[in-house]
């Protein structure tokens, strides 16, 4: 059974470039979030997708924006680059759970490192 | 939405018991408690998880109080390959499907010989 798998495993881009992730969630689940990790700190939550829309979003611009496809996989888009952004992508998949008859448990990928030079 | 804060660091030995408490005051009914480690450049591994009382798994416990304003993450016997990141977070499941997690700064947990 695979587990979520992401790529590329590292990039590297220049400030003003796009660039697109990819995740691939593990078999069975239906729902995709994406993290973005600096180095030092802990995991911050960009957005969810499920049924091919955003649910859910964290604190993030308009740059970062993403897409489900029927197969559940997912990218993950960033326009025009910064330095900051330069940082441990991180995908994580689950089934959608529906409080209080079940909960989830997210299952995260081995990370895209994004350098931004 | 719950924040966390936990011990920034920990030292341990192997084969010692290890017990990282975490505060989440402002935890919701709708809040649920899940731990994970994380190795350098990895993604997050997930260890448990609870929303009430005791949890128990192969690898660890997770003790809740009746409040749910703090857990605490139990390794038994931990040995050099515990040596990582643990984070506590408080995941926000939404009525209408979907959740979300907070992570924190975690805890750096160091076991030596």
């Known amino acids: 059974d695979a587990g979520v798998t992401q790529s590329p495993t590292h990039l590297i881009k220049t400030r003003g470039q796009q660039v697109t992730l990819r995740c691939s969630p593990k078999s069975g689940h239906d729902t995709v979030s994406w993290y973005q990790q600096a180095l030092g700190q802990g995991p911050q939550f960009i957005f969810q997708y499920y049924e091919e829309e955003e649910r859910q979003r964290g604190n993030f611009p308009d740059r970062f924006s993403g897409h489900q496809f029927p197969n559940y996989s997912s990218e993950l888009n960033v326009n025009a680059l910064l330095l900051g952004d330069s940082a441990l992508y991180l995908c994580a998949s689950s089934l959608r759970a529906y409080f209080p008859t079940s909960t989830d448990t997210q299952y995260f990928g081995p990370g895209t490192r994004l350098t931004v030079l | 939405l719950a924040k966390t804060t936990q011990p920034i660091s920990m030292d341990s030995y192997e084969g010692q018991e290890v017990n990282i408490t975490c505060s989440h005051n402002?935890?919701?009914?709708?809040?649920?408690i899940t731990w994970y480690q994380q190795f350098p450049s990895q993604g997050p591994r997930f260890i448990i998880q609870?929303?009430?009382t005791k949890v128990t798994n192969e690898v660890a416990s997770l003790f809740i109080p009746a409040d749910r304003k703090s857990s605490t993450l139990s390794l038994p016997r931990v040995s050099l390959s515990d040596t990582a990141v643990y984070y506590c977070l408080v995941g926000v499941l939404f009525t209408g499907g979907g959740n979300k997690l907070t992570f924190g700064t975690g805890t750096q947990l160091k076991v030596e010989l």
């Open positions: 402002n935890i919701a009914t709708n809040d649920y």
């Open positions: 609870g929303y009430k």
